[in-house]
T-cell receptor, first 114, second 114 residues
Framework: EAGVTQSPTHLIKTRGQQATLRCSPI?????VYWYQQALGLGLQFLLW???????NRGNFPPRFSGRQFPNYSSELNVNALELEDSALYLC?????????????FGSGTRLTVV | DQQVKQNSPSLSVQEGRISILNCDYT??????FLWYKKYPAEGPTFLIS?????DKNEDGRFTVFLNKSAKHLSLHIVPSQPGDSAVYFC?????????????FGQGTTLQVKP
């Protein structure tokens, strides 16, 4: 069974540009979650999508947005990039809510803003 | 407001000895706790979990203890192996609110020396 896949692995952008990160969940998983891990910090919840709808978002500005497609894959868009957006962005998937085993994470996209 | 805290950034133990990783939380509404392990360049992987109705859960070499009165949980690894060297995150959820969100600690880097 293929795991959660994220692309690209690394992304370098200039301040003010837009970044698009992609995530393909495990087959059968309908929920996709996005987390940000900045250097030295824990994972911060960004967004939760389920069945194509945004179900919840964390304490991040509106320039962080995303969507979930009919095949349950998801995109995270970060507009007007700032230097502090440099972080590892992790996507996770699960069936329905979290389930007893929590999420299954992808390996992440390392975003560097210069 | 850091609701889940891992106060020890790092821990070093000898192979074969016990590793004890600690986690404190402030929100008494948390009803489910999880531990994740993360290797470099990989996403976090689920390790073990515990419901707030229990005070102990064991899975092979891994045992999680929950002390609700102290709002403290710990992960015991016995015996520790070099392959256990990784970053360990504790996480908590308030499942009844169905937020789809896990609150993570900052992580503890465990080094197991051969």
């Amino acid at each position: 069974e293929a795991g959660v896949t994220q692309s690209p692995t690394h992304l370098i952008k200039t301040r003010g540009q837009q970044a698009t990160l992609r995530c393909s969940p495990i087959s059968g998983h309908t929920s996709v979650y996005w987390y940000q891990q900045a250097l030295g910090l824990g994972l911060q919840f960004l967004l939760w999508y389920d069945e194509g709808e945004e179900r919840n978002r964390g304490n991040f500005p509106p320039r962080f947005s995303g969507r979930q497609f009919p095949n349950y894959s998801s995109e995270l868009n970060v507009n007007a990039l700032e230097l502090e957006d440099s972080a590892l962005y992790l996507c996770a998937s699960s069936y329905l809510d979290r389930g007893l085993g929590g999420y299954t994470f992808g390996s992440g996209t390392r975003l560097t803003v210069v | 407001d850091q609701q889940v805290k891992q106060n020890s950034p790092s821990l070093s133990v000898q192979e074969g000895r016990i590793s004890i990783l600690n986690c404190d939380y402030t929100n008494s509404m948390f009803d489910y706790f999880l531990w994740y392990k993360k290797y470099p360049a990989e996403g976090p992987t689920f390790l073990i979990s515990i419901s707030s109705i229990k005070d102990k859960n064991e899975d092979g070499r891994f045992t999680v203890f929950l002390n609700k009165s102290a709002k403290h949980l710990s992960l015991h690894i016995v015996p520790s192996q070099p392959g256990d060297s990784a970053v360990y995150f504790c996480a908590a959820s308030h499942g009844s609110s169905n937020t789809g969100k896990l609150i993570f600690g900052q992580g503890t880097t465990l080094q197991v020396k051969p």
